[in-house]
């Protein structure tokens, strides 16, 4: 298992193809992402844990992103094999939100997360006060 520390909240980080356990240093949890297997195409999915526990659905091997102080995780993700949803975790509550429609790529811009769905050319912006809205 490779373990890593993550001290930043404003890079995407690549896991895939492979088991990780990731300390996050600015709000002491650790996120576990164990390999499970790999689809006839696309990215290997994961087993994810947040200290501990284990998430409902699987999470894809590719981009991870920890923003706002490393409060949220947005991840790739299916509840069943093999449909892609765009996942966003609460992570002192776990509470989630599914985006209503799949974004590829997300990224962090200053205040911001950038969202794209390069397919269907959608993109949404999303600043901190949005992101707690979704939780109600």
Request: charged share 25%; net charge neutral; with cysteine.
């Amino acid at each position: 298992m490779k373990k890593i520390a993550l001290t930043d909240d404003s890079q995407t980080h690549w896991f895939g193809m492979g088991n990780y356990e990731i300390k996050l240093t600015l709000i002491n949890k650790t996120v576990r992402i164990m390999y499970v297997s790999e689809p006839p195409f696309g990215d290997s999915y994961h087993q994810l844990y947040i200290d501990n526990v284990e998430f409902e659905g699987f999470v894809w091997g590719c981009e991870f992103l920890f923003p706002f102080g490393q409060a949220y995780l947005i991840c790739s993700w299916m509840k069943n094999l093999y449909q892609r949803k765009t996942l966003l975790i609460d992570l002192k509550t776990s509470n989630y939100y599914v985006f209503p429609i799949y974004y590829g790529d997300f990224k962090r811009r200053g205040n911001s997360i950038d969202f794209e769905n390069k397919l269907l050319s959608q993109t949404k912006t999303l600043d901190l006060n949005d992101v707690r809205k979704l939780f109600g």
